[in-house]
């Protein structure tokens, strides 16, 4: 396909573990990342990983990548009310061609 | 350090009528992004400035849309003409370099909205 996929919803419990899932589409892609935007806000970068990387934590969050598969993932540990957003995956080749994903909408419930 | 900044946050038009879109970027950043995204849909990319200069359009219909970044001031998004199919939230994003890790940085976006 040629868009990047995600699942459109996704909804926990407060202090369980949150995974979102992307498809992306390019091989050659450099950079994968994910932004999270709040209602009524922009999007704000929470974390990247180079495609040469399989893993990347970052206090609560972990990405995972799947070169083979061309999948990445995006764990949030102890999910908190807080965490509630919508989530984007992208993909980048380095350049200014950003491509993004619809966004999961995380619901987390108390 | 002031964010990426964008005017009007809500802007609401009638078929037919000019919208003028602003993004101050941030201090610093000389490369400007403009992205479209349309209800339950992700960002698509539309135009990629820098100061005077037009890099990449590939994402902007060739009819009624334009941008600018001027030397001084802000990045204008104009869409001349609008319709119902534009109504959308506009988000221009900013970075200090191109290519590379450089992450954009994003504005908090204007809600267009044509009655």
């Known amino acids: 396909g040629e868009d990047v996929e995600q699942s459109l919803f996704l909804s926990v419990r407060e202090g369980d573990s949150s995974v979102i899932n992307c498809t992306y589409t390019?091989?050659?892609?450099?950079?994968l990342y994910w932004y999270k935007q709040e209602p009524g806000a922009g999007l704000q970068l929470l974390t990247y990983?180079?495609?040469?990387?399989d893993m990347k934590q970052d206090q609560r969050l972990t990405v995972l990548l799947n070169k083979k598969d061309k999948h990445l993932s995006l764990r949030i540990a102890d999910t908190q009310t807080g965490d509630s957003a919508i989530y984007f995956c992208?993909?980048?080749?380095?350049?200014?061609?950003?491509?993004f994903g619809a966004g999961t909408r995380l619901t987390v419930k108390p | 350090n002031a964010g990426v900044m964008q005017n009007p946050r809500h802007l609401v038009r009638r078929r037919g009528q000019e919208a003028r879109l602003r993004c101050s970027p941030m201090?610093?950043?000389?490369?400007v992004y403009w992205y479209r995204q349309l209800p339950e849909e992700g960002l698509k990319f539309m135009v990629y400035?820098?100061?005077?200069?037009?890099?990449?359009e590939s994402g902007m219909p060739k009819e009624r849309f334009s941008a600018e970044f001027p030397k001084e001031g802000p990045s204008i998004l104009r869409i001349q003409q609008v319709v119902r199919g534009d109504s959308a939230a506009y988000f221009c994003?900013?970075?200090?370099?191109?290519?590379?890790?450089?992450?954009?940085?994003f504005g908090p976006g204007t809600r267009l909205t044509v009655t």
């Open positions: 994003a900013s970075s200090p370099s191109a290519g590379g890790s450089y992450e954009q940085y």
């Open positions: 390019d091989s050659s892609s450099t950079y």
């Open positions: 990983i180079f495609s040469n990387m």
């Open positions: 992208a993909e980048s080749m380095g350049n200014n061609d950003m491509r």
């Open positions: 201090k610093g950043h000389s490369h």
């Open positions: 400035l820098q100061k005077e200069n037009i890099i990449d």
